[in-house]
């Protein structure tokens, strides 16, 4: 089943170039079913970009979802035009009397800032308030999963001495979870962060547990034990070149950045990266639509 998307959502092409199944909402207004209302608040420079990346993942099941693109007002976006977000965002006030099944808060390059110093600290923290009650299950990534933990759990994050910045093996604590229905043994997956949560400080919350961690890259997947949130610090949205793209602009901007881990085919950065990470990409987004969204969500949902 489709994502229902803006007729004129630049994603759209790039999606249907790559066979990705999407549907305009000319047409999805004709079928006679409710689709999952998912919002993405979209804290990422390159709007565009994320936004591709995260309707790509929600495209593969077979649910028919509405996507509703969310920005912070407290911040005005460099690297987006105003135009865009005039014609396919809406902001908090937008929204803020209805209800969504899904969220999803995506990582923002911010992480070394302390989070009250963050320009819409005060707004995002609203928005997580209001997604307690409003919202059936959202799921955070990277620093939006930081940004939430401190919120929720007080659990702070923690300056690496360099960059997370790679491919890294990953295991699975509980096969049974739901959330990582599927996945293998041992998958991959990509990140990109200079701070960490302590695997200790999840544990430790009577409300939390822990899904899935990394012996190098740490704590991966955590989540509430009532569903309503889920925290995954890497990108397994991230297509295939999207680390060398980083790469390439930590380098421009004269940062002194390793190579990625086990990205380019033998450390060359001129060699093509593989995408090793898709399957287990889809199903992530996949499952948590599926046991934390779909099969939890009310049919009215107002």
């Known amino acids: 089943m489709p994502v229902n998307i803006p007729d004129t959502l630049p994603a759209s092409e790039v999606l249907k170039k790559e066979n990705v199944f999407v549907m ?58 105003i135009e ?54 959202t799921l955070h990534i990277c620093w939006g999963a930081q940004a939430a933990l401190y919120h929720y759990y007080g659990i702070q994050k923690f300056e690496l001495a360099e960059k997370l910045f790679g491919i890294f093996t990953h295991t699975v604590h509980d096969k049974t979870e739901p959330l990582v229905r599927g996945f293998d043994d041992e998958f991959l997956a990509p990140h990109s962060r200079f701070t960490y949560t302590r695997r200790e400080d999840i544990i430790a919350c009577k409300d939390l547990f822990l899904v899935s961690e990394s012996q190098e890259a740490g704590v991966y997947i955590a989540a509430s034990k009532n569903k309503k949130h889920v925290f995954v610090t890497g990108h397994s949205e991230y297509d295939p070149l999207t680390l060398r793209e980083e790469y390439v602009r930590d380098l421009q901007k004269g940062e002194n950045i390793a190579i990625p881990k086990n990205y380019f085919p033998h450390d060359n950065p001129k060699q093509t990266p593989k995408h090793r990470w898709k399957s287990h990409g889809n199903l992530l987004f996949g499952n948590w639509l599926n046991y934390y969204v779909y099969q939890e969500t009310p049919f009215k949902l107002e």
Do not use: C
Request: net charge neutral; hydrophobic share 35%; no cysteine.
């Open 84 to 137: 865009h977000l005039q014609s396919f965002y809406k902001s908090f006030d937008d929204i803020e009397h209805k209800k969504l099944d899904g969220l999803i808060i995506t990582g923002a390059p911010i992480e070394r800032l302390p989070f009250e110093q963050v320009l819409y600290w005060n707004e995002l923290t609203k928005i997580l308030d209001w997604a307690d009650s409003h919202v059936t299950s």
């Open 24 to 81: 305009h909402q000319s047409r999805a207004i004709t079928q006679d079913i409710r689709p999952l209302r998912i919002g993405i608040l979209n804290l990422m420079p390159l709007k565009e970009t994320t936004e591709t990346h995260l309707i790509r993942m929600l495209s593969n099941t077979p649910l028919q979802v509405e996507i509703v693109l969310l920005y912070t007002k407290t911040h005005t976006p460099k690297h987006t035009s």
